[in-house]
Protein backbone atom coordinates (compact mmCIF):
# COMPACT_ATOMS: atom_id res chain seq x y z
CA UNK A 1 0.00 0.00 0.00
CA UNK A 2 1.62 3.16 -1.37
CA UNK A 3 0.52 7.07 -1.91
CA UNK A 4 3.16 9.13 -3.09
CA UNK A 5 2.91 13.20 -3.63
CA UNK A 6 4.58 15.07 -5.92
CA UNK A 7 4.35 18.56 -7.88
CA UNK A 8 5.35 20.56 -4.82
CA UNK A 9 7.94 23.46 -4.61
CA UNK A 10 8.82 27.24 -4.41
CA UNK A 11 6.05 29.32 -6.03
CA UNK A 12 5.73 33.24 -5.80
CA UNK A 13 2.35 34.90 -4.00
CA UNK A 14 -0.18 34.89 -6.32
CA UNK A 15 1.22 31.72 -8.25
CA UNK A 16 0.01 28.13 -8.83
CA UNK A 17 0.69 24.76 -8.08
CA UNK A 18 -0.39 21.17 -9.13
CA UNK A 19 -0.04 18.46 -6.62
CA UNK A 20 -0.39 14.72 -7.48
CA UNK A 21 -0.97 11.67 -5.23
CA UNK A 22 -0.72 8.35 -6.60
CA UNK A 23 -2.25 5.40 -5.24
CA UNK A 24 -1.05 2.04 -5.35
CA UNK A 25 -1.87 -1.61 -3.44
CA UNK A 26 -5.43 -0.99 -2.71
CA UNK A 27 -8.45 -0.50 -4.10
CA UNK A 28 -8.38 3.50 -4.34
CA UNK A 29 -11.93 4.04 -6.17
CA UNK A 30 -13.05 2.86 -2.81
CA UNK A 31 -11.60 5.32 -0.76
CA UNK A 32 -12.40 8.73 0.22
CA UNK A 33 -8.91 11.00 -0.75
CA UNK A 34 -8.36 13.90 1.45
CA UNK A 35 -5.52 16.65 1.09
CA UNK A 36 -4.04 17.62 4.72
CA UNK A 37 -1.58 19.87 5.58
CA UNK A 38 0.83 20.76 7.70
CA UNK A 39 3.05 24.10 8.35
CA UNK A 40 5.90 24.64 10.88
CA UNK A 41 4.59 24.92 14.16
CA UNK A 42 1.42 23.90 13.64
CA UNK A 43 -1.08 21.04 13.72
CA UNK A 44 -2.06 19.14 10.41
CA UNK A 45 -5.24 20.66 8.93
CA UNK A 46 -7.66 19.33 6.28
CA UNK A 47 -7.61 21.49 3.37
CA UNK A 48 -9.98 19.22 1.51
CA UNK A 49 -11.89 16.21 0.87
CA UNK A 50 -13.56 14.58 -2.31
CA UNK A 51 -15.81 11.08 -1.78
CA UNK A 52 -14.91 7.75 -3.49
CA UNK A 53 -18.93 7.18 -5.31
CA UNK A 54 -20.12 10.84 -6.01
CA UNK A 55 -16.78 12.35 -5.82
CA UNK A 56 -18.23 15.46 -3.83
CA UNK A 57 -15.97 17.75 -2.43
CA UNK A 58 -15.54 20.05 0.18
CA UNK A 59 -12.64 22.80 0.83
CA UNK A 60 -11.61 24.61 4.11
CA UNK A 61 -12.54 27.96 4.20
CA UNK A 62 -9.48 29.48 3.70
CA UNK A 63 -8.92 27.57 0.29
CA UNK A 64 -12.06 27.61 -1.04
CA UNK A 65 -12.42 29.64 -4.53
CA UNK A 66 -8.15 28.77 -5.00
CA UNK A 67 -7.69 25.46 -4.34
CA UNK A 68 -9.60 22.21 -6.50
CA UNK A 69 -9.52 18.68 -5.70
CA UNK A 70 -10.14 16.01 -8.43
CA UNK A 71 -9.77 12.14 -8.79
CA UNK A 72 -8.88 9.96 -11.36
CA UNK A 73 -10.15 6.63 -10.41
CA UNK A 74 -8.76 4.70 -13.61
CA UNK A 75 -5.31 6.39 -12.58
CA UNK A 76 -5.64 5.90 -9.27
CA UNK A 77 -4.65 9.40 -9.11
CA UNK A 78 -5.91 12.25 -6.68
CA UNK A 79 -5.12 16.14 -7.67
CA UNK A 80 -5.12 19.55 -5.73
CA UNK A 81 -4.71 22.28 -8.24
CA UNK A 82 -3.99 25.44 -6.24
CA UNK A 83 -4.32 28.96 -7.37
CA UNK A 84 -3.92 32.41 -6.20
CA UNK A 85 -1.15 30.74 -3.84
CA UNK A 86 -0.57 33.05 -0.62
CA UNK A 87 2.55 32.40 1.82
CA UNK A 88 -0.10 30.96 4.43
CA UNK A 89 -0.40 28.33 2.41
CA UNK A 90 3.13 27.22 2.89
CA UNK A 91 3.12 23.95 4.46
CA UNK A 92 3.70 20.00 3.68
CA UNK A 93 0.54 18.70 1.69
CA UNK A 94 -0.29 15.36 2.48
CA UNK A 95 -2.32 12.87 0.68
CA UNK A 96 -4.87 10.06 2.72
CA UNK A 97 -7.26 7.85 1.71
CA UNK A 98 -9.40 6.64 4.00
CA UNK A 99 -13.00 4.41 4.54
CA UNK A 100 -14.81 3.39 7.15
CA UNK A 101 -15.37 -0.91 6.76
CA UNK A 102 -17.38 -3.10 8.95
CA UNK A 103 -16.82 -0.37 11.35
CA UNK A 104 -13.07 0.23 11.32
CA UNK A 105 -11.54 3.10 9.87
CA UNK A 106 -8.88 2.16 7.11
CA UNK A 107 -6.00 5.59 6.61
CA UNK A 108 -3.42 5.55 4.50
CA UNK A 109 -1.23 8.53 4.20
CA UNK A 110 1.31 9.61 1.93
CA UNK A 111 4.75 11.03 2.75
CA UNK A 112 4.35 14.44 2.04
CA UNK A 113 5.47 16.97 -0.40
CA UNK A 114 6.61 20.56 0.78
CA UNK A 115 5.30 24.18 -0.74
CA UNK A 116 6.61 27.13 -0.22
CA UNK A 117 5.16 30.62 -0.97
CA UNK A 118 7.78 33.42 -0.60
CA UNK A 119 8.78 35.85 -3.15
Known amino acids: VQLVESGGGLVQPGGSLRLSCAASGFTFSSYTASWYRQAPGKERELVST????????NYADSVKGRFTISRDNAKNMVYLQMNSLKPEDTAVYYC?????????????WGQGTQVTVSS
Open 96 to 108: KAARLLYGRIENY
Open 50 to 57: ITSATSST
